[in-house]
């Protein structure tokens, strides 16, 4: 224990960094002593100047109960959960701090950007980043949890459940357990994960790439409004299924990049606020422009 350095763990959310650290503090601390070793703070706790000060200072400076070589010399456990959440301010003295407790106690950072760490604390820990899950690691910890539960899920709802959770386990096993309260000794398929996650169903989407692709702008339009309107779907959503399935078509260079410059700057907009009936609108406009593009060859 004397040997850890500082740590700060960086990486998007549902990759194991809290797990990690308190799975290393298990096995560091004695059986149920733990708690008087280690202070965890979250999102949830007020984190501002005052709580830096006072009660990390107070837990840090103050030597542990426990008698013997244990007490006396096993440093303590600062884990600061979400710190990118925290001020600049708290953070400078958070600096402070951990320059003059470095002998009493060991901290450990988490958060999502480190780039929202101050430098001077970066350079006094030991960074880790960790990376999305892979879709094998998390199949087979997806696989674990339903056998232990009793829930039957199908190849195309592993895949959906995969999709869906983009590397984060934490998304991935959320998401499996919704569908099973839900859907209760029914197997899991791609279609309870798109109803349990509101996100499209594989055959609407399907309907929808037909008729961009194909119909008249005002069949389009219908087709956009009855997803947006009818089942209450967001412009966004349709844009990231629309967006997935074009990039397997096959279509020329200068085409592709039109229309994934045009869903670009819808997304963006969305994003800013504007209109979903507008940029429905203007998701059928880049489909038209791109196909006149590739029938007139200009």
């Known amino acids: 224990m004397n040997a850890l350095p500082h740590l700060l763990l960086h990486g998007p959310p549902g990759t194991g960094k809290t797990s990690t650290i308190l799975a290393c503090a298990k096995q560091m601390y004695p059986e149920g002593q733990v708690r008087q070793y280690v202070l965890e703070l979250n999102a ?21 109960m426990f008698s013997g070589s244990l007490g006396s010399k ?44 101050i430098p001077a604390l970066q350079s006094r820990c030991t960074k880790f980043r960790f990376a999305p899950l892979k879709d094998s690691e998390a199949k087979t910890r997806v696989e674990y949890v339903a056998r232990c539960e009793g829930v039957r899920i199908s190849e195309d709802g592993m895949s959906a459940l995969l999709k869906t959770g983009e590397g984060d386990m934490r ?33 609407s989407i399907d309907r929808l790439e037909t008729a961009l692709c194909n119909l008249p702008v005002k069949e389009c339009m219908e087709a956009v409004e009855d997803l947006r309107v009818k089942q209450g779907y967001s412009v966004t959503d349709l844009l990231h ?4 399935r074009m990039i397997r078509v096959d279509m020329p260079p200068r085409a592709r990049n039109l229309l994934f410059r045009d869903l670009a700057e819808i997304e963006y907009r969305l994003a800013s606020g504007c209109s979903e009936k507008t940029q429905g609108a203007a998701l059928v406009g880049s489909f038209h422009e791109v196909r006149e593009m590739m029938t007139t060859g200009k």
């Open 44 to 64: 949830s706790d007020a984190r501002g100047i005052d709580v830096v000060r006072e009660c990390i200072k107070q837990f840090v400076s103050s030597r542990s």
């Open 74 to 117: 096993m440093p303590k456990l600062v884990i600061l959960d979400e710190a990118d959440n925290m001020t600049s301010v708290s953070q400078f003295a958070l600096r402070r701090v951990i320059e003059q407790y470095s002998s009493n106690a060991r901290f450990c950072l988490i958060c999502n950007y480190s780039s929202k760490i």
């Open 171 to 203: 998304k991935v096993l959320n998401t499996l357990q919704s569908c099973a309260m839900s859907y209760p000794g029914q197997t899991v398929d791609a279609g309870v994960i798109h109803k349990v996650a509101g996100l499209p169903q594989p055959a």
């Open 241 to 244: 299924e629309i967006h997935d």
